[in-house]
Each structure stands twice: as structure tokens, then as C-alpha cells.
């Protein structure tokens, strides 16, 4: 018996994912994934053909996909330049190409594309489920579920939990999508941590008092990081138009380094959707409260679980 | 017993393929790939590893033939952009290339180029069957055939029909090959509608003449959209020189709409290679005329059916 | 019992291998792998998976890695463009790329990169095996290993020969890299044939002095190409910034043609790393001591025996 959400089975925005669908189907296969993962082959997916449709590169959550994929025995067609060199640039739109590609038995379709609402069109004509994995400054729903696994596996729970969300707020997709389902749990309170110009969006805020979800805005980690259990650090977004300067001590503090460390609680972690440029130094690595390499690898059993759930709910 | 044409088992040009061949061979093993897919995992291509060489990118015709071999079991690599980042900027010949790739043990190599003939170098030199997915304003011939199998299931004859093939016909070389394959039937018509700048070129018209297949020239599609068992409309080509404005009423009429629709016999199809761009407006998809997404379909089963008569034979 | 080298599994420079791996371990597996391969299906890799991480592209290298894999039942994810496409883009280091692919329970990561001592770099931090298909203009150990391999296969021993390395000796990596492995066998006479501008770099000679190997340097081909039993040509690396014109007879004489031909020995051979451009002429091709796209075809014997080695070594 299935606890799945609304517009099941694609997964498009954080919004879709419950709480008892999280708790009651996610959390539990994503870890089992964990442990089969090790054992080896699995052939859950033989048989499958799984097509990676990437408008937007990121070679990183392409990989954790497509790995996903083969790690259950399925198989993958992909491109990781469909803007560049699909039939996008003789005029076709993206309907078009998703109307084509469901006539070649695809068993599902990952896109990533540059354009807020991509997959949500996609998912309108496609008659296999969509995943999407990235649309420009929209969602990115598989990494909220990833974060909100890391959490749970890090801490062992969510509810209750505080977390500092910092840097660059206005053009962060990861820091978006993962309000949305902190939203889903109870006592949970944000501190968003950034200049003022490029603060959390109205939308979000508004979701989270609807939802009442306690936030607070502030423009220095120092003030918060002695309180919170997690503090989910981002990179400045150039390619979507950031503006300030991390390094600009005047309009806020937001880099992790040894200060913040040892302003840390001792239980508390450090989270990052990667890539990471220079918002942690590198001298945090070794601590063993930087999860970020570990929240990557839950990327692989979110996504294994997904797609077990997607393609081979019966298994 | 098989009865292969002149080549075999490389796939060149549209003129290679005998009425015998398509009849006896390839429909009814393409119509047998359609019912095999949906019953899931096929195994007979297990081992094979096909190369996927594109120096011209086209995801659509790529994730095809990939699937196809997915599908059947078998597996790939590949390269979307052989142009840019192979050894070719280096200044290797395809002719090096393709004798380097048969030392891989490769089972089959499938071909994109943008220079006219470029398959037939390859093949020249290789030791592996070569499938030829388009070549500069060469040929496309599994486009072709996959345009033969569409008419034969939407239509369930091809001997004496009449098709209006529209558009860039200069530059387009769908229409090239599948007028190839159209002569090796009896009591065709066909119906050239393009602007006098971009009709289709001699060189097809003087084959059509010694086939004695009958065909006509004009720039005006309603003319013919009421008598024509089929309407096959292409994009204008730009990338490859497309000089007319589809727009301009005074070279001509060249788009599929409602106007087109409501002249169409009710049991007439409209077909496209695609990517469509806006020579056929969207008002047209959902009229069950409108054949050219069925028609992207019947491209995964006619590269199934190609590969599995190149790699297991005698399955 | 195995004599694996120093760093293993990583495959890093070709310095790490010895002589007696290679006798003991690596030259009858890939023989055996030539053989195995004719047969068909390996099953050897099965629900294994080797990330493809190229910075550079090679389409050569990378399908000889990618069919390696396929060929034992093994699967891959793969980048062709990291440099332009990848997380590198919005400033992320090599180490924090493959300490995330770590993650994903990749088996192995293969990487070629512009930088000298970027697999090193990776391999400090990788938790998997790395090997290094390229970096800069620093190794490319894979290949020195199949260079010498077709070297055993062609000419039955490597004690005791003469080879000319030819042409732009200063930026080619497979020089170096065969440099260090000839060094590791006796009797061994290297002439380093190219204009004085791109002479072999003094470490690599350093190198042969420490190991008591002869070594002579000239700019002439035609002095020696009657006594060597291999002549090891190389093409001008413009990418690397190659700035002699190979056709100045002024400054030597470093191509193979006819002439070239009738001055060798019969059982002596032609060896090329690829892609050839015009320093050894199409006229060459059809002469059995042409064994440049034979040694090819040991690439993929040596990267499958290379990858069961670190991926099965029970099997």
C-alpha cells in the first residue's frame, strides 16, 4: 500500500513529497539502497532504459542519476548538452522533444534545463514519468529530499530542528526547495543568512508563515552558528546573476571557517549542495562535522530510490 | 534465407534497400520489434557494444539507435560531439578514425557527419558494419526506412499512393532518400511543393524518371492537400542554407494548419522527420492524422530491427 | 600471490610498473583478454562502474576505456567535455569533484586533464582507484603500457632493442612515458630523432642515465632507420604549442614515407601513438611492418586486463 503524493510518479517540485510519504516509503528504502549498494550487483532495473536530457550541465547530479541507473542493473541514453546540440537549436520546443523521446519507450526521463518550469511543461505532454533534476531558478526536488535524508540520517530527526541557511539566498535553488519541505516538519526554525540584496525570496517566506514556519533574516553567521544544528552553506550563483561580494565585511559575515567551527555546537553539521568554491575553507574538511561529501553520497541513494519506486514499484 | 541487398551489412543509402528486403525482412521483423518492446527485456544483443559517432549532433537520432541497442540488451558508447572534440581537430581522417575503432572490437559503428559520403569512406576501410545516421546533404537512409514503415502501418500499402513531400526539398534529405526507397514501388506519385529556389534537385528528379515513377512540381499545397494519401512536410534547413521565407505567400504555400486539415482526406496522414519548428502548427497535433510523433516511433523499431539483422543474425 | 607495484591500484605514471608485473602479471593477462574477447560475453565486471572523467576530450582514449569496460560486462558514466560543462566551471577543484564521485560508489575513476598532476592530485584524495588516461604533458601510463605490449607481441622481446623516437619529442607525452618503461628492461638503445628545438626533456634523460640506458640524439631519421627495430613516431602537438615546421628540411628530417620504408629493416616495425596527421604517409599503411593500428587494438587489451586486474583480481 502506497503513501505517493499528488502527480505521482513525477517528481517535480519539493512541494509534492508528504511527510508519511518521506517517512513511510522514502527514508526507509533510500537506507536499505544504502546497504544494498555495498553488497553489489543488483538487477532490480534490467532491462530499463532511463534517458538523461540535460539543457544545463552538471556532470555531478547527471552522474548520481545515471549511477543510480546501473548500480540496479537499468541503463541510461544521455546527453549532458541538449542546449547546445539538440534539435533545440533548429527551434524545437521542449514539448516536442519530450513528445519524441516517450515514442522510443524510455522508462523515464531526467531533465535539468535553464528555464523555470521546464519540467512541469515536460510533464504536461509526456506520457513516462519526469524527474526533474533542475529547472534555472525553480526546484531541484531530488536534493531537497537528498537534504532532508542527510538530516534525518545525521541527527536522526527533523522535527525541531534549527538551521542557518546561508549565502546566496535570492538565486539558491537547493535553499528554496528544501524550505519547502522543512515546511512538512514541525518546530523547525530557519535563520536565513545573507546580504540583504540577495535575501530568501518573497515567495518562500510567505510559504513558511503560511505553514507557520518560524524564520528570522540576519547578515552574520557569527550570530547564529553557536545555535543552530545545521548550517546548510551555498555558493554564490554567478551564473545566475550574483552580484555581492562574500568577501564584503560590510554588508555581512558568511563563510564558514575555523571562527565558525569553533562556534559550533558539537553535534551540529555542516551541509553544502556542492560544488563548493571558497564559502568553507578548506581547513574544515577534516572535521567530522562537515557532511557535505556524505549528504553528496545520500544523492546516490535518493535517487536509487526513486527510481526503484518509479520503475519497479513492485519489486 | 536472406534476401540482403548490395552492401550488406552496411547501411549507406536509401537506394541499397530491395522491395524483396522490405518486405520479407524488414517490416515484418520491425512490426515484431514493436509487440517485443513492450514486453520488456529482450536479451539477444548481450555482449555487443555499439559506437555511436556523431559529428553532428542530433539527439533524437542518437538516443534511437541507443535505445535500440539498450533495449535489445546490448550497449554503447558514444560521442555527441566527434566534431569539436575528437582527433579530428587534430587533423585525423575519418579513414584513421574508423580503422582505430574496429581495432576496438566495436560490433557495429553508426555515423553522423556533416560532409556528403562520408559513411561510404568509412565503410570503405572498416572492418565492422557501418550504419550511416546522416551524412552533410547526403542521405539519412534508416530515416527513410522508418518513413516506408510508417506508410505501411498507417496506410497498410505503399504501392500506388500519392504523397506531397513540402517544404526545404533543396536541402532536405529525408525527401532525397525516401523518394529512393518510393521508386522501388509501383504507382507512386508524388507531389514536390517547395519554391522554385528550393525544389528538390536533379539529380533525384532524373532517378524518379528512369524508375518511371510520376511526379509533379508546384509551390502551393492546398493545390494538392485534398487528393495526397500522404503529406510530408520538412523544416527549412537552416544550418544548411535555407535562403526563403516560408512566409512569403508570393513564393508559395507551404504550412500545415486547420486550412490544411479541413482540404485533407479524412484517411490521408501528415508526416514530419522532425524537429517541427513552425511549418506545422500545434492546432494540427491532435488530429489523428497527424502521424510525424508515431511516425519518431517507428524509428526505435526500425533501428531494432536493423541492429538485431547486423549483431545476432541468426538469433 | 601478486606483484603489484608501489600505489596500486592507482595507475598514475609509468614509472610505478615494474619489470615483473609486467612479466608476471600484465603481459599474459591482456594476451589472454585478446583472446577472451573474440568469445564475446564477459560477465568478469558485472554491476561494476568506472566514471569516465575527461577534461580533455579524446574520443580515442575514451571509447578504449568505455569498450574495456562494456566488453567485460561492466557499465560507465561518462563525460566527454568536464572541463566546459562541470561543476570546474563555477571554480571547483579536481579534489573536491572526485572526493564527491567517491561517493557514488563509483569502482573506478578514470581521468584525463590539461594540468600535469592532476591524477596524482585526484588520487591523494579518491577513496577508489584512479587511473590517469593523460595529464598535460605529464604521463599517459596506459598507453607506455600498451606501446610495450605491442612491442613484445610484435617483436616477441624488449631486452636488447633499438627504437627512434620521432618528432616533437619536447610535448609528447608517450615518449616520456615509454621512455620510463624501456628503462625498466636491458640492453636497451633509445635515438631520440627531432629538430633541436624539441628535443626530449632533460629529466626524462636524466632518467635514462640513472638507468644505464644508451641514448643518442640527432634530427635526421634517414641516419638511423636502417638499424632500429622500432621507429616510434610522434605527430607535432600544436595544442601544446609546437613551433617547428616538420617539413623544414633545414632542421632535420623526421617523416616516414618510402624512402623511410626501404631503408628498414623487414622485421623491424612502424609504431604511432595516433591520431597520425601527415609524419607518416597514407603510402606506409598497407606494409606489414605498419603496426600503428595494431597497437591501437592492444589499448583495449591492455585497459581490459588493467581493469580486472583492479576490479576483480579473484575472478
Same mark, same amino acid.
Given at each position: 500500500m502506497s503513501a505517493h503524493f499528488d502527480g505521482w510518479p513525477n517528481i517535480l517540485e519539493?512541494?509534492?513529497?508528504?511527510r508519511k510519504w518521506m517517512e513511510l516509503e522514502f527514508f526507509p528504502l533510500a537506507l536499505e539502497m544504502k546497504k544494498l549498494v555495498l553488497r553489489g550487483i543488483l538487477?532490480?532495473?534490467?532491462?530499463k532504459v532511463m534517458g538523461t536530457l540535460f539543457y544545463e550541465s552538471s556532470t555531478r547530479t547527471r552522474f548520481s542519476f545515471e549511477t543510480a541507473m546501473l548500480k540496479q542493473g537499468g541503463n541510461v541514453v544521455s546527453?549532458?548538452?541538449?542546449?547546445? $546540440? *539538440?534539435s533545440t537549436v533548429k527551434g524545437e520546443t521542449i514539448e516536442d522533444t519530450i513528445r519524441t523521446l516517450c515514442q522510443y519507450y524510455l522508462d523515464v526521463i531526467v531533465i535539468r534545463h535553464y528555464e523555470d518550469g521546464a519540467a512541469a511543461r515536460a510533464a504536461a505532454v509526456s506520457s513516462v514519468p519526469i524527474v526533474n533534476a533542475g529547472d534555472g531558478k525553480g526546484q531541484h526536488p531530488t536534493q531537497a529530499l537528498l537534504d532532508v535524508l542527510t538530516i534525518m540520517i545525521e541527527?536522526?530527526?527533523?522535527?525541531d530542528i534549527k538551521i542557518a541557511m546561508v549565502g546566496d539566498l535570492i538565486n539558491g535553488r537547493t535553499v528554496r526547495s528544501l524550505s519547502y519541505l522543512l515546511a512538512? $516538519? *514541525?518546530?523547525v526554525k530557519i535563520y536565513f543568512v545573507a546580504p540583504e540584496c540577495a535575501q530568501m525570496r518573497p515567495d518562500i517566506k510567505d510559504y513558511l508563515v503560511k505553514h507557520a514556519v518560524e524564520f528570522e533574516e540576519l547578515t552574520d553567521l557569527r550570530d547564529v552558528a553557536g545555535q543552530v544544528d545545521v548550517i546548510y552553506q551555498t555558493r554564490s550563483q554567478k551564473e545566475r546573476g550574483?552580484?555581492?561580494?562574500?568577501?564584503?565585511?560590510s554588508i555581512g559575515f558568511f563563510d564558514i571557517n575555523k571562527t565558525i567551527l569553533n562556534l559550533m555546537k558539537q553535534d551540529a553539521i555542516i551541509m553544502h549542495p556542492?560544488?563548493?568554491?571558497?564559502?568553507?575553507?578548506?581547513?574544515?574538511?577534516?572535521?567530522?562535522?562537515?557532511?557535505y561529501f556524505r549528504q553528496a553520497g545520500n544523492g546516490l541513494y535518493t535517487r536509487m530510490a526513486l527510481l526503484k519506486m518509479i520503475l519497479a514499484p513492485n519489486f
Open positions: 519539493a512541494q509534492q513529497f508528504t538487477e532490480i532495473l534490467r532491462g546527453t549532458e548538452n541538449a542546449r547546445e $546540440f *539538440s541527527l536522526g530527526h527533523i522535527d512538512k $516538519f *514541525s518546530g550574483t552580484s555581492f561580494d562574500r568577501n564584503d565585511r556542492l560544488p563548493r568554491v571558497d564559502e568553507i575553507s578548506t581547513e574544515v574538511d577534516a572535521d567530522p562535522r562537515a557532511a
